[in-house]
């Protein structure tokens, strides 16, 4: 059964990089019917798609959080990554790693992590 | 971007009845649209994808349909599992995915 599991510190302070890390197992990352990605949830509200990740390296970003985004794999230790920089308390959210389903014309997350919640105070 | 629409932002319902989510894209997207349910403290799970296809393991009660900008998620049997708030997705443009704002069910 395929598992994701986001690691990261839960306290970033304003102005600092948020640096979050998903170890996937129970599958492999190198699978070409699936790219990997990060949403987040602020406290109380929706889902925000921040970037997604295919095991070559190849990445697409949200356009709004491009700027401050790095969204990186690892296939050896079957994990990816997120940095995001000058972060601000809108950044504030339960931040969910994910495997998004490509092998066809229709895409969709079929895989979540638990989620994790960084706060951003200082 | 491609900005999804749902309503109602939130309904009321009892154990057996039947209910539906609209969801409206700004663009047409054809079918490629994903319905998502969310309990508190978790993560959301996959219900539909393709607008109208249920992911496995997903009871038959739920159901989608629509194509273009308009899309349904309908519930034909609440059972109290079911309460939770629903997402649509949209993965047209798949370099930039959008989610709607949700539809909190609640139990009346």
């Known amino acids: 059964q ?3 599991q986001e ?6 302070k304003p102005s600092e990089t948020l640096s979050l ?17 990060w949403i987040r949830q602020p406290p109380g509200k ?17 356009p709004s959080l491009k700027s ?18 000058s972060v ?3 950044d504030t959210a339960v931040y969910y790693c994910a495997r998004r389903h490509s092998g066809g014309a229709y895409q969709y997350v079929d895989y979540w992590g638990r989620g994790t919640l960084v706060t951003v105070s200082s | 971007d491609i900005q999804m629409t749902q309503s109602p932002s939130s309904l009321s319902a009892s154990v057996g009845d039947g209910v539906t989510i609209t969801c409206r894209a700004s663009q047409t997207i054809g079918n490629y649209l994903n319905w998502y349910q969310q309990k508190p403290g978790k993560a959301p799970k996959l219900l539909i994808y393709a607008a109208s296809s249920l992911q496995s393991g997903v009871p038959s009660r739920f159901s ?36 709607g704002q949700g539809t909190r069910l609640e139990i009346k």
């Open chain 1, 46 to 62: 929706g889902l925000e798609w921040i970037g997604s990740v295919y095991y070559s390296g190849s990445t697409y970003y949200n």
């Open chain 1, 2 to 4: 395929l598992q994701l």
């Open chain 2, 64 to 99: 989608g349909s629509g194509s273009g900008t308009d899309f349904t998620l309908t519930i034909s049997s609440l059972q109290p599992e079911d309460f939770a708030t629903y997402y649509c997705q949209q993965s047209y443009s798949t370099l930039s995915i959008t989610f």
């Open chain 1, 88 to 90: 601000t308390a809108a």
């Open chain 1, 68 to 85: 401050r985004l790095t969204i990186s794999v690892d296939t050896s230790k079957n994990q990816f990554s997120l940095k995001l920089s």
């Open chain 1, 7 to 12: 690691s990261g510190p839960g306290l970033v």
């Open chain 1, 21 to 37: 890390t998903c170890t996937v197992s129970g599958g492999s990352i190198t699978s070409s019917t699936y790219y990997w990605g």
